[in-house]
């Protein structure tokens, strides 16, 4: 075919030529994207690829490729099409849309009459990774093929979907680790979900899921659901809602129980709710799982302290401390925590030098951890030694103006309370000095 615009022809080779040029198109290969826009520029913009050009010209990563494909739909988009796209994307990068308003502008779309609606959302998806909940919603391929487009390495997001229903094509993807369902208007979830054995992580914010389904999910996927209820429990602790937070974390201890973290936190949360005995537990099972889990003797000590058993809350720190000795690999990161709770237990158990020991070598680790400062100052005080006590206290206010007000209330100091200097030094902040 020697003639310029050969691809405007209406005849059965052509037709062939095109269904050639659409699969390069498809490919989203950007050494098949050249080829294909080099067809068409020699061969002519027959009105079934305007919708190809358009989405390779807001969607392709390929600058270059973007531009030539803008510049052939600009040169022979018919003027209808080209008033209503010239402005559209003036002010929103198209990428950054929501679901929702992408949906609105397919919609849109279907009174253009050189713009095939159905096409454009799954070049969009393909391209742009955008325009998922439209696809669904309107068939505009199978839901296999739609979902394998919207699938990304383990990752599975409907998020902001909209819709009614879930697919249960989503049962399909069973490599997937992260399934992504809120901001969707669906009560159930289908059987064939439990075919993600895989799965590690659920999310369903703001999507009205009935119990009947939160059940089912339980049952599909145990350890995601798990993650779940801690995330909700550790959330609930970070607000104080410590009734709340072991309840949700008993949910995921009754889904999981082969995870320390999850014993540490309702742990740590028992012990605020003042159920020490069992706070204790707690840490024992996060021992067992994990011989080596520095955290949970610094939370043993810490609940030991609170319950007046210096002894035990010793024995604690110190074989959280052997561990880090015999197994110079593991993370440090409570080595400081752990000397804090040894120095602490000798403090009450009133050997003060060891105590001192303790607490420098925690801040040898830690030379911010105000309450190590003021600790060695309790320490001093109980020992009678003025100066190193107004020395250790000025440097845990330097480190934190809380014990400015600690100290007139802490009965350690009581014998400086009426003590000028002392005085000076927290600022008259109490109405017993």
């Known amino acids: ?38 067809l068409i520029t020699s061969g002519g913009v027959p009105s079934e690829l305007l919708t190809y050009l358009y989405v390779i010209s807001l969607c392709c990563d390929d600058l270059d490729i973007a531009k030539q494909a803008h510049e052939l739909f600009r040169a022979n988009a018919p003027q209808v099409l080209l008033d209503y796209t010239q402005n ?24 253009i009459e050189d713009l095939d609606t159905a096409l454009l959302a799954n070049l969009m998806l393909k391209y742009g990774n955008i325009g998922g909940a439209y696809c669904l919603k309107n068939n505009t391929a199978s839901p296999q093929h739609i979902l394998q487009e919207v699938y990304n390495t383990e990752w599975l997001s409907l998020s902001a979907f909209e819709l009614d229903k879930l697919p249960p ?19 159930d979830i289908p059987d064939e979900l439990q075919k993600l054995v895989n799965l590690e992580r659920v999310y369903f914010n703001d999507t009205p899921l009935s119990n009947e389904a939160i059940l089912k999910m339980e049952c599909f996927f145990p350890k995601a659901m798990a ?34 973290d999850y014993w540490n936190v309702q742990g740590v949360t028992l012990g605020r709710l003042q159920n020490r005995e069992e706070a204790i537990r707690c840490f024992d099972k996060a021992i067992a799982l994990n011989p080596q889990d520095t955290l949970a003797f610094s939370n043993k000590a810490h609940v ?32 400081g925590s752990l000397y804090f709770r040894k120095g602490q237990a000798l403090f009450y158990l009133k050997r003060y030098e060891e105590s001192h020991q303790a607490y420098d070598q925690a ?58 200097d002392f005085r000076a030094l927290v600022g008259h902040n109490s109405e017993k000095i």
């Open 227 to 260: 993650y779940h209820y801690s995330v909700m429990g550790r959330s609930a602790f970070q607000e104080e809602n410590y009734d709340s937070a072991s309840h949700y974390m008993k949910k995921a201890l009754a889904l999981d129980t082969s995870k320390p």
């Open 304 to 335: 030991f302290h609170l319950m007046g058993k210096e002894t035990e809350s010793l024995a604690a720190a110190n074989a959280g401390l052997v561990i880090y000795k015999q197994n110079p690999q593991v993370a440090r990161n409570w080595e």
């Open 88 to 111: 559209l994307w003036d002010y929103d990068d198209p990428l950054s849309l929501s679901e929702h308003e992408v949906s609105e502008f397919l919609e849109e779309t279907k009174e």
């Open 363 to 420: 801040l040898s680790i830690e030379p911010s951890m105000g309450g190590a400062w003021f600790n060695k100052a309790c320490t001093y005080a109980q020992q009678q030694n003025k100066t190193e006590m107004l020395k250790h206290l000025g440097q845990a206010i330097r480190c934190d103006t809380k014990f400015k007000w600690d100290a007139p209330e802490d009965t350690d100091f009581k014998v400086y309370w009426q003590d000028p």
């Open 1 to 38: 075919m020697e003639n310029e615009q050969y691809l405007k022809h209406k005849n059965e080779e052509t037709s062939q030529y095109i269904e050639k040029i659409k699969r390069l198109l498809d490919s989203k290969l950007y050494e098949n994207l050249r080829l294909a826009l080099q």
């Open 169 to 187: 094509e989503v049962g399909l993807f069973t490599e997937t680790k992260h399934l992504v369902l809120s901001n969707n208007n669906f009560t």
